[in-house]
């Protein structure tokens, strides 16, 4: 049993890992866009303008990292958008919903994760490339998404084995704020 607490111990430390990497990225597509923004329109002051080369394929990969990045948090803290089943069919089925929730979600990432890192070792075998004024290499992008979903796919394991088991739950830090009952 400790074992599997340090496992999910792991899984909620990398979570938090992925998340922060995923605000990261957030903050530099913040900066090399507003950067190119303003070095495209330069020539409104009377300067010349300079827009930043490939800012485009930067922000499509750090678009990656930040979505696949946050999502295995999101589903650790319950805070994806859901709609909840089991109030429609009443309580005694809640459970086989929430475990059935859970399962798909797995297999839709797992399966997301198992064809991303298949592509991700084929483009970073081949050494693909977006070609523009600077070739912007692919693979960065397809090993992250692999990455997130794979996590992903885990957090929702680890979902399932919570609703057998509470102490498998993952840790929450309640940050969240809760959707209001009506």
């Known amino acids: 049993m400790t074992a599997v607490r340090a496992g999910i111990g792991l899984l909620a430390a990398a979570n938090r890992g992925t998340a922060l990497l995923a605000g990261i990225a957030l903050l530099l597509m913040m900066l090399a866009g ?3 923004v303003i070095m495209t329109n330069l020539d409104l002051l009377g300067l010349a303008s300079r827009p930043i080369p490939s800012t485009t ?11 696949f990045l946050g999502l295995a948090l999101a589903q650790q803290r319950r805070v994806h958008i859901r709609i909840t089943l089991s109030r429609l069919a009443g309580p005694r089925l809640e459970r086989p919903l929430e475990i059935f929730r859970h399962a798909l979600h ?10 991303g890192w298949s592509v991700a070792a084929h483009s970073a ?26 996590g992903m796919a885990l957090q929702c394991l680890a979902d399932i ?9 993952m840790p929450d830090t309640g940050d ?4 209001p009952e009506s």
């Open 34 to 36: 507003a950067a190119d």
């Open 57 to 67: 394929e930067f922000m499509a990969t750090m678009m990656v990292v930040v979505v």
């Open 106 to 115: 797995g297999l839709f990432y797992g399966l997301i994760a198992w064809f």
């Open 125 to 150: 075998a081949t050494g693909e490339f977006a070609a523009g004024l600077i070739n912007f290499p692919v693979w960065p992008a397809r090993l992250i998404l692999a990455i997130g979903a794979t």
């Open 161 to 169: 084995a919570g609703v057998f088991d509470t102490r498998f739950r």
């Open 176 to 179: 969240a704020v809760p959707w």
